[in-house]
Every structure is written in C-alpha cells, then in structure tokens.
C-alpha cells in the first residue's frame, strides 16, 4: 500500500503512526501544541541517556529514520549533561 504521504516513504504502520500524532496536535495561539501518548524517538534516546544506556543500546535498525532520531536525543542529553559520558573510554564515567 502507498502512503498517504508519498514524499516521506513511510510503510502502513508509520502513516498510521504519523496520522494519530497529527490528529493529536493543535494550534494554540501560532504555537504547535501535540498531545499524544506515543514517545517520539529524539525522547526515548534522551531518557536512556538518562538511565545510563549506551548508544549502542539504540533499538532501532541502522538504516531506520527512528535510529537517527534517538541518537539524536541521546547525544542531545549527553551534550546538556557533559559530564557523566567519557568519550575516550566510550562509557559512562564511575560515580
């Protein structure tokens, strides 16, 4: 089946993903407002930042959008926090 948006090449079950996360989103005084319950990837890779996780411990094939979007968070959170990663050993530093 095409999706329903062709540009973004998603499968069936991203279109059904995308539509209920733009079904969920409104427009409050210009600013973009979404209420949803499903975690974005950028999120999930920014919590397991939090939660000591490796980025090897991504769940999410290499060559999928999602993969990027949580590395994306998790360096993100890595970045804010700038003390508790060592780049060098590639592991998080003793407490």
Same mark, same amino acid.
């Given at each position: %089946? !095409?999706?329903?948006?062709?540009? !973004?090449? %998603?499968?069936?079950?991203?279109?059904? +993903?995308?539509?209920r996360? !733009?079904?969920?989103c409104? $427009? +409050?005084?210009?600013? +973009? $407002?979404?209420?949803?319950?499903?975690? !974005?990837?950028?999120?999930?890779?920014? @919590?397991?930042?939090?939660?000591? @996780?490796?980025?090897?411990?991504?769940?999410?094939?290499?060559? =999928? /959008? @999602? =993969? @990027?979007? /949580? =590395?994306l968070?998790?360096?993100?959170?890595?970045?804010?926090?700038?003390?508790?990663?060592?780049?060098?050993?590639?592991?998080?530093?003793?407490?």
């Amino acid at each position: %089946m !095409l999706s329903k948006y062709p540009a !973004l090449k %998603m499968t069936s079950a991203e279109n059904r +993903i995308f539509n209920r996360q !733009l079904r969920a989103c409104w $427009v +409050i005084r210009g600013k +973009i $407002v979404t209420e949803t319950t499903d975690p !974005l990837p950028f999120d999930e890779g920014a @919590k397991a930042y939090k939660e000591r @996780k490796t980025p090897e411990s991504n769940p999410y094939p290499e060559d =999928h /959008w @999602k =993969h @990027k979007e /949580w =590395h994306l968070g998790w360096s993100d959170a890595e970045e804010c926090d700038g003390e508790s990663w060592d780049w060098t050993r590639q592991s998080f530093k003793a407490n």
